[in-house]
């Protein structure tokens, strides 16, 4: 009898312990079929992929003559990572109308948060080989071995918000084109505006806190960090990562409560 | 058990005047083919839809295999499996891609997903082209490969959304051997298809809707009973007056140069000796659900193709 429920018990675990990893699973093999598959069969995609982050680094670069290659490496580390967010919502609203895959996995035991992540991850297959590249230039540019694992962190936690937020966004679009439209704005909103390619220093004292409301002023200024350049005294490592989760976990919360799964 | 109970379901999708669904209420039973028929913009997807949990309704209620759609859709989606109309499978991704990372996704280990990958892609005949990227593949081969991803599962209740459009004669009768098979199997089939010899040959109960309600509903023989004749005499039209026709039964142009005499056996005989004397050519047979979808979703459209009798 004992040694009975023992069994079951072990069984009970076992099936929890298979469940729970589903999630992870399922999110793998969406990645290797959108992801893997993919470039296995368009090699050259990825060259494309590749390089679009440097185009600014380039014009930056060229431009200064080479001085002001710091942010300019920070803001394209920032901009491509917002960018693997905003291709997500692309891809899910693409594969939405285009493809009727979404039906499929709303019709199936896979929750919207793991079909994300499937597709974040494919996102960030992606976008690997750019990057290597940059992070080595953050590295070769004054980043210490020991930054690494805030390098690192600051990473992942752009690229989570910001896939939870390219879901979020396109969940509630309801044509392609339209998404791309949007897609292109919040770019401009979350890159370009904040100081993610240049100082904070230059912003002025009245739209500072509007700076620092933006999770891509923090994620540059802990890259700034990291490589050894001056931040501002009145932030901070801590103050910058609690941003970031924050965002993290708004984003989450949102895409997992207001994204449009199942229709209206 | 019943695999779907619905209750007054009515959807009005946003922005839209008229209901796609209105006060709809059916039952399914258990490990049987039930067919959905109706005319383009009848509401067939709209229900699937909202059975299949993508899409919620704005009244009413419906229970799929036990659970309830709105508040349960977590445990329905686990025993359910679709093809979606207008689905199209990934461009650079193979028919087995499809099926065995799909089998995984949905939590079967590998050995299982691929012995069943290879089972269905050989009854669909797509096995031997399993390498080729989808992009590569005609429509039809297409169109298999999401029919492959969804009777490949093990799911209890299978929604099929015009899983054989723009299938060739045989690959139609491999979708339909796999149909039985998984009927066979204890399986419940949701199936929506403007085919009618399609329905007539696999459907255990079939309900037509029309303009979002349901217009008629029951097996082809008591839907064979809606038209009070059993049956057609179809003669070609060439001179032949339509009057000398009517006292035979009702007449309905097919509107490819026959004219299609619904009527009984007793009338058959004097028929067929009419069509003889005037060396027309002419075919005997009973009514078809075909006959029936006409003469029901026919009516009130406008056209008066049912009016002439
Ligand atoms: N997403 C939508 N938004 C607004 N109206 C819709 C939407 N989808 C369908 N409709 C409308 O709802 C009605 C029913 O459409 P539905 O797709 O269910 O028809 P159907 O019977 O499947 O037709 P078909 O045989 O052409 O596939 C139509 O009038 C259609 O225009
Ligand atoms: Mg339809």
């Not at chain 1, 100081?195 to 802990?222: E, G, N, Q």
Request: aromatic content about 8%; overall charge neutral.
């Amino acid at each position: 009898m004992c040694l009975y429920t023992l069994q079951e018990e072990a069984l009970e675990m076992t099936r929890i312990a298979v469940t729970s990893m589903l999630p992870v699973r399922q999110a793998f093999l969406i990645a290797y079929m959108t992801g893997v598959l993919w470039l296995r069969r368009n090699p050259m995609s990825l060259v494309f992929t590749a390089i679009s982050p440097f185009s600014l680094l380039f014009v930056l670069f060229v431009i200064s003559g080479g001085g002001y290659v710091v942010p300019a490496v920070v803001g394209s580390l920032v901009m491509a990572l917002v960018g693997y967010g905003l291709a997500l919502g692309q891809d899910i609203s693409f594969y939405k109308t285009e493809y009727k895959v979404q039906d499929v996995f709303v019709a199936s035991p896979v929750s919207p948060l793991t079909y994300m992540m499937g597709l974040a991850l494919s996102e960030l297959l992606f976008g690997l080989p750019a990057l290597i590249v940059l992070t080595s230039l953050v590295m070769l540019f004054g980043a210490s071995v020991f930054s690494i694992p805030l390098l690192i962190a600051t990473i992942l936690l752009i690229w989570g918000s910001m896939s939870a937020m390219g879901f979020f966004l396109s969940s509630r679009m309801l044509h392609m084109r339209n998404a791309t439209q949007v897609i292109s704005f919040v770019n401009v909103i979350l890159a370009i505006l904040p100081p993610v390619f240049y100082s904070i220093d230059r912003v002025p004292d009245i739209l500072r806190p509007l700076a620092y409301a933006m999770p891509t002023t923090h994620a540059s200024l802990i890259l700034q960090h990291i490589m050894g350049k001056g931040t501002p005294g009145e932030w901070s490592l801590g103050f910058g990562f609690a941003v970031l989760i924050a965002y993290l976990i708004g984003f989450v919360a949102l895409a997992k409560t207001k994204a449009i799964w199942r229709e209206n | 058990m019943l695999a779907i109970e619905a209750a007054s379901i009515t959807k009005i999708y946003k922005g839209a005047r008229q209901a796609a669904l209105s006060d709809v209420s059916l039952k399914v039973e258990a490990g049987r083919i039930f067919t959905l028929l109706g005319r383009n913009g009848a509401g067939k997807t709209t229900f699937v839809r909202v059975c299949a949990t993508q899409l919620m309704p704005t009244s009413g209620s419906i229970s799929v295999l036990g659970y309830d759609v709105a508040k349960q859709a977590k445990q329905i989606r686990d025993l359910i499996s679709v093809v979606p109309q207008e689905g199209r499978p990934l461009r650079a991704l193979t028919s087995w891609d499809h099926v065995y990372n799909w089998l995984q996704i949905r939590g079967e280990g590998k050995q299982i997903a691929k012995d069943k990958t290879e089972e269905i892609l050989r009854k669909l005949e797509l096995y031997e082209a399993r390498d080729r990227p989808a992009m590569n593949l005609s429509g039809g081969m297409k169109q298999k490969i999401l029919v492959a991803m969804a009777m490949a599962t093990d799911a209890q209740l299978l929604f099929l959304d015009e899983p054989t459009i723009g299938l060739d004669p045989m690959s139609r009768r491999q979708v339909w051997s796999a149909i039985n098979d998984w009927k066979s199997k204890g399986g419940s089939i949701l199936l929506t298809t403007h085919y009618m010899d399609e329905a007539e040959m696999l459907s255990d109960y079939i309900v037509i809707i029309d303009r979002g309600a349901v217009i008629a509903r029951g097996t082809i023989q008591e839907l064979r009973r809606v038209i009070p004749q059993n049956i057609r005499v179809d003669i070609a039209r060439d001179g032949l007056d339509v009057d000398a026709l009517r006292p035979y039964g009702s007449v309905v142009d097919t509107g490819a140069g026959m004219l299609r005499v619904f009527t009984f056996e007793s009338a058959v005989r004097e028929l067929s000796e009419l069509a003889l004397r005037k060396n027309l050519t002419f075919t005997v047979s009973p009514v078809t659900l075909d006959d029936v979808f006409v003469y029901l979703a026919g009516r009130g459209i406008g056209d008066d193709q049912n009016s002439s009798d």
